[in-house]
C-alpha cells in the first residue's frame, strides 16, 4: 500500500485565485471602483408595467471624483459648505427684492416674487 504522505505535492494547498483578507480587496474595489448595473422589468401579457434602472458605482472619494462624480459636494444635506452657499444665494436674493422695493417708495402696496 502506498504512503499518501510521500507523494509529491503532498500537503500543498490546493491550486486557486490568490487568498486575502476582506480588507486588501476592499481596498482594490475602492481604489479601482466597480459598478453594478441591471434593469427589472414587470411585463403583464406583453404590456410594460413598470422598468426599474439600477446602477450603482462603488468606490473611493478620489476615484468617484476622477471619474467626475461629485455631487455630494454641492448637495446641501450632505455638505455643510453647500448648505452655507445655498444660504448666502438665498441671502442675496432677498437683498436685491428688498432693494427693489426700497426704490420703488412707499407707494408700492404689493410685493413681487
Known amino acids: 500500500m502506498t504512503d499518501l504522505g510521500t507523494w509529491p505535492g503532498a500537503g500543498a494547498q490546493p491550486a486557486g485565485p490568490p487568498s486575502g483578507s476582506l480588507a486588501d480587496l476592499l481596498e482594490?474595489?475602492?481604489?479601482k471602483g466597480i459598478v453594478i448595473a441591471g434593469d427589472i422589468k414587470i411585463d403583464l401579457l406583453d404590456i410594460e408595467l413598470l422598468t426599474i434602472r439600477?446602477?450603482?458605482?462603488?468606490?473611493?472619494?478620489e476615484t468617484a471624483k476622477k471619474a467626475g462624480i461629485d455631487?455630494?459636494?454641492?448637495?446641501?444635506?450632505?455638505?455643510?459648505?453647500?448648505?452655507?452657499?445655498?444660504?448666502?444665494?438665498?441671502?442675496?436674493?432677498?437683498?436685491?427684492?428688498?432693494e427693489a422695493l426700497e426704490e420703488a417708495g412707499p407707494d408700492t402696496t404689493e410685493v413681487t416674487r
Open 54 to 61: 439600477l446602477r450603482l458605482f462603488i468606490a473611493s472619494v
Open 28 to 31: 482594490r474595489v475602492l481604489d
Open 71 to 98: 455631487w455630494w459636494e454641492t448637495d446641501p444635506a450632505l455638505s455643510s459648505r453647500a448648505a452655507r452657499d445655498a444660504l448666502s444665494e438665498e441671502n442675496a436674493q432677498l437683498r436685491a427684492r428688498l
